[in-house]
C-alpha cells in the first residue's frame, strides 16, 4: 500500500477554501502538469455533493490511463471530506482532504492518498518506479496553483446551482474539456461584450 501526504497553507477563510474543494472537478482541473492529467465527472450527485456522491476519475499518469470511480463517504462541513473508489483497476483507492482554520484567513489543507496498485509484485513495481512519483507531484501542484488561485482571486463562482452548474459543463464539453475557470472566463468575457453594447 501507499501512503500520500501533502499540505498547503491557503490565505482565505476555511470556507472559501472547503467550497472550493467540495466540487472535485475544481481540483482535477489544477493536475494539468505535463504528463499528470485528471479528470473528474460527477455521475450521482447527492446533497451539496455530500455522502452517496459518486463520480469517476480519468486520470493520465506518465502516459498510463487509469478510469475509476468513487463515492464520498464524509462531508464534514469546513472539516473533511473524503471518497474511496468503489470500481476501477486498484486493490483500494481512498482520499481524505482535511480542512484546518487557522486563523480567519488562513487555512491549513491537507490531502493524503491511499492506494493500493493491481497486478500484484508488478503494480508494486510499475509504483515504486512511476506511478508513486507522479501521483506525488500531482497533488503537490494541484494544491499549490489552488493556493495561488484562491489568494489571487476572490471572486472565485463556488456557490452554484445545479442548473447553472450542468450548463457550465455543457460549454466545457464544447470547448474541448478546457478547465472550469477557461469556461468561466469566457463567458464573463461574452457577458461583458454584450453589457457594453446595450
Known amino acids: 500500500m501507499t501512503l500520500i501526504s501533502k499540505s498547503i497553507?491557503?490565505?482565505?477563510?476555511?470556507?472559501?477554501?472547503f467550497t472550493y474543494f467540495a466540487r472535485p472537478e475544481h481540483v482535477s482541473d489544477q493536475m494539468t502538469e505535463k504528463g499528470i492529467g485528471m479528470t473528474v465527472?460527477?455521475?450521482d450527485i447527492k446533497e451539496g455533493m455530500g455522502v452517496g456522491t459518486t463520480f469517476r476519475i480519468i486520470g493520465d499518469?506518465?502516459?498510463?490511463?487509469?478510469?475509476?470511480?468513487?463515492?464520498t463517504?464524509?462531508?464534514e462541513r469546513e472539516e473533511r471530506i473524503s471518497a474511496k473508489m468503489i470500481e476501477g483497476p486498484?486493490?483500494?483507492?481512498?482520499?481524505?482532504?482535511?480542512?484546518?482554520?487557522?486563523?480567519?484567513?488562513?487555512?491549513?489543507?491537507?490531502?493524503?492518498?491511499?492506494?493500493e496498485m493491481p497486478f500484484?509484485?508488478?503494480?508494486?513495481i510499475m509504483n515504486?518506479?512511476?506511478?508513486?512519483?507522479?501521483?506525488?507531484?500531482?497533488?503537490?501542484?494541484?494544491?499549490?496553483?489552488v493556493r495561488g488561485l484562491l489568494e489571487g482571486n476572490g471572486s472565485i463562482p463556488?456557490?452554484?446551482?445545479?442548473?447553472?452548474?450542468?450548463?457550465?459543463?455543457?460549454?466545457?464539453k464544447k470547448m474541448n474539456n478546457v478547465p472550469v475557470s477557461v469556461v468561466l472566463n469566457a463567458i464573463l468575457e461574452k457577458y461583458n461584450e454584450i453589457e457594453t453594447k446595450i
Request: aromatic fraction near 12%; proline fraction near 2%; include cysteine.
Open 9 to 17: 497553507e491557503i490565505k482565505v477563510p476555511v470556507n472559501t477554501v
Open 41 to 43: 465527472i460527477p455521475m
Open 61 to 71: 499518469f506518465s502516459g498510463k490511463r487509469l478510469e475509476w470511480d468513487c463515492e
Open 73 to 75: 463517504t464524509e462531508f
Open 90 to 115: 486498484f486493490k483500494k483507492w481512498e482520499i481524505k482532504t482535511e480542512f484546518k482554520a487557522l486563523s480567519d484567513n488562513l487555512t491549513k489543507v491537507t490531502m493524503t492518498v491511499d492506494y
Open 120 to 124: 500484484g509484485l508488478l503494480g508494486a
Open 128 to 145: 515504486k518506479a512511476k506511478f508513486a512519483k507522479s501521483a506525488e507531484r500531482g497533488m503537490e501542484t494541484a494544491l499549490f496553483k
Open 158 to 172: 463556488v456557490y452554484i446551482t445545479l442548473d447553472a452548474y450542468q450548463k457550465l459543463l455543457a460549454e466545457k
